[in-house]
């Protein structure tokens, strides 16, 4: 395959953008519900999250923390449905999509940055398990503002002021830019049709596509102008 050669760095999301994260949570709730839990209360133990978990800007869920939940409804012997959990987190290459390699095998590692909201432990347990991690310079975990991370490490990597920055996320909030950054980042509103948000607005795109063969598409174009 041809590596496309950009005086730009890519900055992705990681659910919804690279990962089918609504089958992952089915599967996963699956899981939970073969230890006799019901689906209400499985929703219901995701839901009140402990509050070790929980952060002023939002819940950060982790399967531990709704274990937690889930033994103050019933309480039981947690420890084959850990193992249970861990061994379906190490294989879930199935849940990337499809057009999701092309995209990143397009483009030099070097270019390619990761950048996911969520609890960190199991965040990177989920990208390990996706088999993605490969692709990428840098993988970075956050439970604050997106945007800002990428403006704190473009300064750091040495590019902020110098490059273009493209960034690719499912959600409308996160492509807010900051004014110090303004000019620099071109964002890409990924409005995947399975996807949680794509029934939403977004005030803050640059671009938009409904799959990443599209956001290749727009790049591409964009590069020849």
């Known amino acids: 395959m041809n590596i496309i050669k950009i005086d730009m760095k890519i900055f992705l999301d990681f659910d919804d953008v690279l990962f089918d994260t609504y089958r992952f949570k089915q599967k996963l709730w699956a899981i939970f519900m073969s230890c006799g839990f019901s689906r209400k209360e499985t929703e219901k133990a995701a839901e009140d999250i402990s509050s070790e978990c929980f952060k ?22 947690d420890r084959n449905l ?10 879930l290459s ?5 057009d999701c390699r092309k995209f990143l095998e397009s483009f030099p590692k070097n270019d390619l940055y990761l950048i996911s909201y969520g609890h960190g432990n199991f965040q990177r347990k ?26 704190e490490t473009a300064k750091k990597e040495g590019f ?6 493209i960034l690719i996320d499912d959600r409308p909030e996160n492509l807010k830019k900051p004014r110090e950054i303004k000019k620099q980042v071109i964002t890409l509103w990924l409005r995947r049709p399975e996807g949680r948000y794509s029934n939403s607005s977004c005030f803050y795109r640059g671009w938009e596509a409904r799959n990443l063969k599209e956001a290749l598409e727009i790049i591409k174009r964009e590069k020849m102008k």
Not at 61 to 71: D, E, T
Not at 94 to 98: D, K, L, R, S, Y
């Open 56 to 77: 002023e800007k939002g819940k950060i869920y982790s399967p531990l923390g709704h274990i937690r939940n889930l033994k103050k409804i019933r309480n039981f012997d």
């Open 82 to 91: 850990k193992k249970e959990i861990d061994g379906f987190l190490a294989k």
């Open 94 to 98: 199935g849940f990337v999509f499809a």
């Open 126 to 151: 989920k990208i390990r398990g996706s088999g993605l991690f490969k692709y990428f310079k840098k993988i970075i975990i956050i439970d604050g503002n997106k945007v800002r991370k990428v403006a």
């Open 160 to 165: 902020l002021g110098q490059k273009k920055i």
